[in-house]
């Protein structure tokens, strides 16, 4: 497999629940980062990790909680979560984790907050 | 303010036209990159293009071109003869060279249609 992937796909969830999201890269680069797409509005930066350590987190409320075991892994687990928090999550990866490097991205993953 | 500012929301086009995006960036750094991604419904974005602030020399590739103007602070994007596949949101995204904070600048997206 290639590139970055993303698994769910979809994921549909009430707001008392407690999910996680995964992105795994296979292009053997040293940083990942977890976007926010929201619809009408530029991509929010929400985490960025460069070998293994965090290095940002944008203000990102603490419903959302990242967690990369490795290089290749990157999982952001949900709770609580609200209705606003309804959209696509991408994941992307870099090179390093510098400002300038070209960040590839997954397919993202479609949340849905009832 | 937006460091990134694609200002067409959606274009339509017939198959075959040309159609160019547009892309304006501020920034005060001397250093900086500027990129183009694609985003067909998959959902997935596709890199296409990453140029530095000093290369300002147009690029070619295949049925996709990008005119880089430093005195306008502009990088736009040109398909040629466009087919319905490059039906997507495109979007333009900015990062400097002296941010710590790892940030890449997103425009809004300009979500193309091209009628068959």
């Known amino acids: 497999e290639t590139g970055v992937t993303q698994t769910p796909r979809h994921l549909v969830m009430g707001m008392t629940n407690k999910k996680s999201l995964k992105c795994e890269q296979h292009?053997?680069?040293?940083?990942m980062y977890w976007y926010k797409q929201s619809a009408k509005k530029p991509l929010e930066l929400m985490f960025v990790?460069?070998?293994?350590?965090?290095?940002e987190n944008n203000s990102v409320p603490s419903r959302f909680s990242p967690e990369c075991p490795n290089s290749s892994h990157l999982f952001l687990h949900l709770h609580t979560l609200q209705p606003e928090d309804s959209a696509l999550y991408l994941c992307?990866?870099?090179?390093?984790?510098?400002?300038?490097?070209?960040?590839?991205f997954g397919p993202g993953t479609r949340l849905t907050v009832l | 303010a937006q460091k990134v500012t694609q200002a067409q929301t959606e274009i339509s086009v017939v198959e075959k036209e040309d159609v160019t995006l547009d892309c304006v960036y501020e920034?005060?750094?001397?250093?900086?990159?500027l990129f183009w991604y694609k985003q067909p419904p998959s959902g997935e974005l596709v890199f296409l293009i990453r140029?530095?602030?000093?290369?300002?020399q147009n690029e070619i590739s295949g049925r996709y071109s990008w005119n880089f103007q430093k005195s306008t602070s502009s990088f736009n994007f040109t398909i040629t003869a466009s087919q319905v596949v490059d039906s997507a949101v495109y979007f333009c995204?900015?990062?400097?060279?002296?941010?710590?904070?790892?940030?890449?600048?997103f425009g809004t997206g300009t979500s193309l249609t091209v009628i068959p």
């Open positions: 140029r530095n602030s000093f290369d300002e």
């Open positions: 292009l053997g680069h040293n940083a």
């Open positions: 992307a990866s870099s090179q390093e984790g510098a400002s300038t490097d070209t960040q590839y």
């Open positions: 920034t005060r750094d001397t250093t900086y990159y």
């Open positions: 990790y460069s070998l293994e350590e965090r290095v």
């Open positions: 995204a900015l990062s400097e060279a002296e941010n710590t904070g790892n940030q890449f600048y």
